[in-house]
């Protein structure tokens, strides 16, 4: 009888990449991943099409939510280290909800460093250039698995949101600081079932503003966003609870 692969193509492309030493142990897996000064601390629990990323460094409490979800859920998380809103790249510092494309990551990287000369902004913006893909290699799920990213702007609402959104289901209208954000229609159906407000958005066309939502879009990779006022971190884990019982 022929034996199932327990690994996959992208452990078996990560380890032809580590070396040839690391080939002979299939149990290596990095537990960090960078781009730039920005290092991601990876946290997996057994083999799963769920992948789920925190981007703001200085959001702890959706840190420890998540931290505590991957505790019994099965997938793999990424999540950002330190406790500042911004990383630091090339001396300077970026936006990390910025750098998945380059004309996001430029906006940011002159908004946030008004010194800069046009060399250090183009060495900045080659580098992230040279390592984004890793990155997205390693957030984009398998198989149409769903990417869950966990954030507290706190400037954002349901109500700008759904301003541009295809679609929208707003049940808590007092509430707009605590919402859903995907991708994916058929998310969206199940999340409009929720108590919670949800928008559609697939904004392809919209302006390119470097984001991991407007990425997953160009990409028809199913993704969603749970935003919540900052610290309120009971809002997101029940928000997370309530989209992995009812995603498949």
């Not at 199940?190 to 160009?218: K, M």
């Not at 749970?226 to 498949?248: K, Y």
Request: charged residues 25%; positive net charge; contains cysteine.
């Amino acid at each position: 009888m022929k034996m199932a692969n327990p690994y996959s193509r992208r452990d078996f492309v990560a380890l032809s990449v580590a070396g040839p030493l690391v080939g002979w142990l299939p149990w290596f897996r990095p537990k960090e991943l960078a781009v730039g000064d920005a290092r991601f601390r990876i946290v997996r629990n057994r083999r799963s099409t769920r992948r789920y990323v925190l981007l703001d460094g200085d959001q702890d409490a959706a840190r420890q939510v998540l931290l505590h979800h991957m505790e019994s859920q099965r997938g793999t998380a990424y999540l950002i280290e330190g406790a500042a809103r911004e990383v630091g790249i090339g001396g300077g510092k970026l936006d990390p909800n910025r750098m998945f494309s380059r004309a996001g990551a430029d906006k940011s990287l002159r908004s946030l460093n008004p010194g800069w000369n046009e060399g250090q902004v183009t060495a900045a913006l080659d580098l992230l250039d040279s390592q984004r893909e890793k990155l997205l290699d390693a957030l984009i799920p398998p198989d149409r698995g769903l990417l869950i990213a966990l954030g507290s702007g706190g400037a954002a609402s349901a109500t700008d949101a759904a301003a541009t959104a295809e679609q929208r289901s707003l049940p808590q209208p007092d509430t707009p600081q605590a919402f859903y954000l995907c991708t994916d229609r058929g998310d969206y159906q199940a999340l409009a079932a929720s108590p919670y407000n949800v928008v559609l958005s697939r904004h392809v066309r919209a302006r390119d503003d470097g984001s991991l939502e407007r990425r997953a879009s160009a990409r028809d990779v199913r993704f969603l966003h749970i935003e919540t006022r900052p610290g309120d971190g009971a809002a997101q884990r029940d928000m997370l609870v309530w989209a992995e019982a009812h995603l498949r």
